[in-house]
């Protein structure tokens, strides 16, 4: 079956305008993650979602970021009035579900390379 | 908090030679580890986890890992490099139950 799907792959933004990055994630899954992956912070938590709730929103760095999730499947994630320092490759994965025990295994999408100049 | 360290930011190895890739980890109790290969422009794979049990545990593209709680070491191991091995690799280890902590990243590089 299709692995989790990201898009746009690439996206070079203008600062200050707005983005929206999209996980399609496989089909079943009702875990779904968000990380960040940046040349001076690695990779970084952002937000988990179980089905279409967000217990976990810890990791987003600022109030310009949010996610939501519809139908327990697609997310979307939504940078506000971005700045260069957003400049970076989002990563979604999902898991068949959350255990609670940290077993499950996350499958990662290519990502989306965000660029604003 | 649980975290993992890897030491070696970029390996470079013969293709045909043996490689190994330390991660350490930073744990009260047994932690739930994982390797994950990025080649360049891809997402993240995984290689092989370890949750508990067997010490040695086999994952794919013939890689495997040793879980050492005397050491807090969780180092990946190939016997032998293929060119295509050339990529990022990762250890991390799960906090909360979900959410993955991951290591720096060690860079390997084969030459012919």
């Known amino acids: 079956g299709a692995g989790v799907s990201q898009s746009p792959s690439n996206k070079v933004t203008e600062k200050g305008k707005d983005v929206e990055l999209r996980c399609d994630p496989i089909s079943g899954h009702t875990a779904l993650y968000w990380y960040r992956q940046s040349l001076g912070q690695g990779l970084e938590f952002l937000i988990y979602f179980q089905g279409n709730s967000a217990p976990d929103k810890s990791g987003l760095p600022s109030d310009r970021f949010s996610a939501e999730r519809t139908g327990g499947s697609v997310s979307t994630l939504t940078i506000q009035r971005t700045q260069q320092e957003d400049s970076a490759v989002y990563l979604c994965?999902?898991?068949?579900?959350?255990?609670?025990?940290?077993?499950?295994?996350?499958?990662f999408g290519p990502g989306t390379r965000l660029t604003v100049l | 908090a649980q975290s993992v360290t890897q030491p070696d930011i970029h390996i470079t190895v013969s293709e045909g030679a043996s490689l190994e890739l330390r991660c350490n980890y930073s744990y009260g109790a047994t932690p739930y580890l994982f390797w994950y290969v990025q080649s360049p422009g891809q997402g993240l794979q995984l290689l092989l986890k370890y949750f508990s049990g067997d010490t040695l545990v086999q994952g794919i593209k013939g890689f495997e890992a040793e879980f050492k709680r005397s050491q807090s070491s969780f180092n990946l191991r190939k016997p032998s490099v293929h060119w295509s091995d050339a990529a990022e690799y990762f250890c991390?280890?799960?906090?909360?139950?979900?959410?993955?902590?991951f290591g720096a990243g060690t860079t390997v590089t084969v030459r012919a």
């Open positions: 991390a280890v799960v906090t909360l139950g979900y959410k993955l902590s």
């Open positions: 994965a999902s898991s068949l579900e959350t255990s609670g025990w940290g077993t499950d295994t996350q499958y």
